[in-house]
């Protein structure tokens, strides 16, 4: 990785923007400063996503810390406190900046092909603005903590010790069918402690988000969500769409590949606890035994993958901007985050020696090449692309990684974790399908009550999921949904997974033709940050913007070939 550093030119040098009163100078320059030229535009604009990157770099350390120590009242406080009284502050001077640009006189002399993306967002943004919603998004945000907290707290004792919800997941590889059952049921058990305090979080949280889509002018949340969220090449009834492509294409090989494992297994009746078990009895795989071997194994893949790319992984590594261990009072889940102002990634997630870590890891790796990629880009806005293509990014690395998982593993091995990372595709499109199907039903139905929620949940089960049968556990089926964070933190982000994953198939698919070309395309396409729009990017990647059957359903076909080769 690039050791460049980014000095200041706009903010004062040492300058600590962690309050508001530290902050408003700087506003007020930037919406007072006379604009009368093209170069006093371009030096604007510069100053501005200098001001932008210090801030978010404040927020950002802010959040990390917070889900690092879920538990630690500190971390908590300050976390708080900027997102109640310092960001509500910033937002109303943010539009005030958004709304200079655009009316700006000269506005019109920036370039087309540079600005017109930019431009396009600041309008948008500009549109959806209303001060009134401002507290809203404080409470939003403190109630997404409020989830964090609860999710993070859930521990249960097995085994002579308490353990996380992740660290109990590992004992559902395990060959006893007796230990695995105990386990789920323990789990289950546990998280449905929570499920009634869940149920109120999510009910306060779409109050909100109902309120906020009324005061923009939207009939619902949904038509103000693809707005805020810049969906401008694709429509809810794209995805609806897509739903139905993934029931037709994806189910059935989901459904097949479940048949096949209870068969393998002996089993007339798959349970939700027989999902991860090898199914030649085997011990589970066990890839790593400490985050240092997980952290210098992935080092080696990247080597096999890009020398380039393994020396940005280590020098993360080296710079601490790595968090992988699974602990008491951790939030759940994996992300990665980019601390703007020093341009450096960050990646969060719980390692607990599981296949499914390294999987964890190259996705976020991916996320942060993309990041690192258009580090010297010097408008923030162009700094991170759509989700939609974000996700390219990290899909791919996974794919692209396949053949490098030799660090891991050897042998029967090595086919067994080439075959669960595709099956784990496969998987994926239903599980998107149906998250993303209750979104646009939640949303678009906000008088509904919490058994309308349930039996329309249970009815998305019986359309995109397996044959795993949950008799006897109604009341963990009804509450899966739970498990999702982005139901609770980021409402209407997760069909991006899937879209995605159609374009990181696509490059898996050039890579086996032309590894180098297809590396070299999608390295290029995350230079380009977010300066294209989603159809751009994907063509810079050499894939196809498209998630109709007709592209989805030769890839599905070629996962099929290929877990042929592995074999079962």
């Not at 240092?292 to 710079?319: H, N, T, W, Y």
């Not at 590396?519 to 498209?546: C, I, N, W």
């Amino acid at each position: 990785m690039s050791k460049r550093e980014f000095p200041r030119q706009f903010v004062a040098v040492g300058e600590d923007l962690s309050t508001w009163e530290r902050m408003e100078p700087y506003f007020d320059d930037l919406t007072e400063r006379p604009i009368e030229k093209p170069e006093h535009l371009n030096s604007w604009l510069l100053d501005w996503s200098e001001l932008a990157s210090c801030i978010a770099e404040v927020g950002t350390d802010l959040y990390v810390q917070m889900t690092c120590q879920t538990d630690n009242d500190t971390r908590k406080s300050a976390y708080l406190n900027f997102v109640e009284h310092v960001d509500p502050k910033c937002k109303p001077r943010w539009d005030e900046v958004r709304r200079k640009l655009v009316e700006c006189p000269i506005v019109s002399s920036l370039p087309k092909k540079r600005f017109a993306v930019l431009e396009r967002s600041v309008r948008n943004d500009v549109e959806l603005f209303r001060e009134e919603n401002v507290a809203l998004q404080v409470e939003e945000a403190k109630l997404e903590q409020r989830y964090q907290e609860i999710s993070g707290a859930m521990t249960a004792n097995y085994d002579g010790r308490e353990q996380t919800m992740q660290q109990l997941s590992c004992y559902l590889e395990g060959s006893d069918r007796k230990v695995r059952q105990e386990v789920w049921e323990l789990a289950n058990k546990r998280r449905l402690q929570d499920s009634e305090r869940l149920d109120d979080v999510f009910d306060e949280l779409f109050k909100l988000r109902h309120q906020m889509a009324k005061n923009a002018g939207f009939e619902d949340y949904r038509a103000y969500a693809f707005r805020i969220k810049e969906r401008f090449d694709y429509t809810p009834d794209d995805c609806i769409a897509f739903h139905t492509a993934i029931e037709e294409t994806c189910v059935p090989l989901l459904r097949t590949l479940h048949q096949e494992r209870a068969e393998a297994l002996g089993l007339e009746t798959l349970k939700p606890w027989d999902l991860s078990v090898d199914v030649k009895g085997r011990s589970p795989l066990k890839p790593f035994e400490s985050t240092r071997e997980l952290i210098e194994k992935c080092g080696q893949v990247f080597d096999g993958i890009d020398p380039e790319l393994a020396e940005q992984f280590r020098a993360m590594a080296s710079d601490g901007k790595l968090d992988l261990d699974s602990r008491k009072g951790k939030a759940p889940g994996g992300y990665q985050s980019t601390y703007h102002e020093s341009r450096q990634p960050f990646i969060f997630m719980n390692a607990v020696g599981m296949q499914r870590d390294v999987r964890t890891l190259l996705h976020e790796a991916g996320h942060a090449f993309h990041a690192i990629a258009c580090r010297e880009e010097p408008l923030i806005h162009y700094r991170s692309a759509p989700i939609e293509f974000s996700e390219v990014a990290s899909m791919s690395m996974e794919l692209l990684a396949l053949e490098g998982l030799n660090v891991f593993f050897s042998g029967e091995e090595l086919d067994r974790a080439k075959r669960a990372q595709l099956v784990g595709v496969v998987m994926l499109f239903p599980w998107v399908a149906t998250i993303d199907a209750f979104q646009h039903w939640l949303y678009t139905h906000p008088e509904h009550t919490r058994d309308e929620r349930k039996d329309y949940w249970l009815s998305l089960h019986d359309r995109f999921g397996g044959i795993e049968d949950f008799s006897g556990y109604e009341q963990a089926l009804e509450r899966l949904w739970h498990r999702q964070l982005h139901l609770f933190e980021a409402p209407f982000y997760y069909v991006e997974y899937g879209i995605a994953q159609l374009g990181a198939l696509q490059v898996w698919r050039n890579s086996k033709a032309d590894r180098g070309r297809s590396l070299a395309h999608y390295r290029q396409a995350m230079m380009l940050g977010g300066s294209r729009t989603l159809p751009e990017l994907f063509e810079a990647a050499g894939v196809k913007f498209d998630f109709s059957s007709e592209t989805l359903g030769p890839l599905m076909s070629a996962i099929q070939d290929e877990l042929a080769v592995l074999g079962a």
